[in-house]
DNA sequence: TAGTGACATGTCAAGAGTGGAAGGTAGAAT
DNA sequence: ATTCTACCTTCCACTCTTGACATGTCACTA
């Protein structure tokens, strides 16, 4: 159910359409939980029903503004405080890691390789985005911060560990 | 289709059966990529019919070991080869740090502590692994001890960056 | 005025993943 | 002899996720 939380922490920074939602999908979000624009609409139909959000605008091209409600909030401080996050994280790229001893030596430092300019331009890409941001100082925009520190050196890791790594291949 | 290629991946290192395979995915692939019971059986069912795996003995308790065809190494290999990892990462514990501004700091500041402290447990839990094997030097073996260096930085990394993040918290 | 691109939503089929029920065998311990 | 535990597979109902299709508005510009 983690979609239908990452929407109501969405809204309760401010009101926002499914498709300004998707935009922060696609940014903001891309790397933390990614979502789709059907998966979105669906899931805020859903939420308004469910009374969590409401329909406070209306806007020109049949857009519509959605407002966390206070049961909304209260359910998001619930999932935070209430929860534990239970899913264990999935990555392709690990798995093939995992199995690179079928290819040879040549092909598995190859895509090691690879991983280290990925992560490098990762790496980068976030830079900027943490440069074009200006963070005023309150607990929302905090958050932000943290997270995006955390794949600032999130790919730096990943970047030292994949150049140990290819040096470990024979 | 990463179940698919996990399955093949530990295929190609020996013979299981879909109870062996099961363990690997609570032990080895854990943290990398979860599957549940359900789910392995009927991918194996899959596999078989499209003949990248065999059945090739049918032990006491209508245990059935399966083998990697030439057909299912190829697949495995074009896999590694020419594909290239999609699926953005996930991770439900991240998207909780993003929300965390709508607690009060002490709230906020309890939920990264205790971040700390899984990282640490998961820490310990691969360092204990990691001396409890011993790694032979083969190929597959060395990617697996790759995989497991991987963890240990990941929750090394994480530990200091929620370190870190405690004290950004105002 | 016709076309393009950003804005905006809705729906549907298919595939991936979860959780649990159900059933059965072999070996070891009480 | 019985029970317990580990072994082992199958099936089902459900939710989550993906990708594509369908539809329409508004602002700008060639």
Redo the contacts with the bound molecule.
Sequence with gaps: ????HALLGLLSERPA???????SFDTSLANV???????I??????LADAGLISVTAE????????TLTDAGLAELRHWLTETKP???T?SEVLLRVFFLGVLTPEQARGYLTELIKLSEQAHENLRHLDESIDWDGDNLSVCGRITLEYGLRFNAMRREWAEWAVGQIR
Excluded: F, H, I, V
Excluded at 17 to 23: F, I, P, Q
Excluded at 41 to 46: G, H, P, R
């Design positions: 159910m983690s979609l239908r359409s499914g498709y300004d939602l998707l935009k939980w990614p979502a789709t624009q059907s998966q609409y669906t899931e805020l139909s859903k806007g020109p091209r049949g857009r519509k503004e959605y239970q899913r264990n999935r």
